[in-house]
């Protein structure tokens, strides 16, 4: 089992960055997969970014040359570097843990098990 926390939300002006970390607690294990996601109000959960143990990526179309997953496996934490931020990026983000490795890091919600607690980022324009 891990144990999920997520940091590093804020307000930010369009155009600007922010850098979530998601700390994991317990054993990550050797084989899985990891992603954020993000909920606005009144719209679904989305998957925004995921990468496996090995380090392969997949990005949602909406972020892709703008955000960076990452992952330090030293810290057991998680990353989603934000960078140009837009008014429409504004959500709740969560990250996310599988132990079912993928080659390709899904970004289907019903894909992960545990889930942190979420960080508000709020981009204004």
């Known amino acids: 089992q891990v144990q999920l926390v997520e940091s590093g939300g804020g307000s930010v002006q369009a155009g600007g960055s922010l850098r979530l970390s998601c700390a994991a607690f317990?054993?990550?294990?050797?084989?899985?997969?990891m992603a954020w996601f993000r909920q606005a109000p009144g719209k679904e959960r989305e998957g925004v970014a995921g990468?496996?143990?090995?380090?392969?990526?997949n990005y949602a179309d909406s972020v892709k040359g703008r955000f960076t997953i990452s992952k330090d496996n030293a810290k057991n934490t998680l990353y989603l570097q934000m960078n140009s931020l837009r008014p429409e990026d504004s959500a709740m983000y969560y990250c996310?843990?599988?132990?079912?490795?993928?080659?390709?890091?899904?970004?289907?919600?019903?894909?992960?098990?545990?889930w942190g607690q979420g960080t508000q980022v709020t981009v204004s324009s």
């Open positions: 990468i496996n143990s090995a380090g392969t990526t």
């Open positions: 317990g054993s990550t294990g050797n084989w899985y997969v």
């Open positions: 996310a843990h599988s132990y079912n490795y993928r080659r390709s890091p899904p970004l289907a919600d019903y894909e992960y098990k545990y």
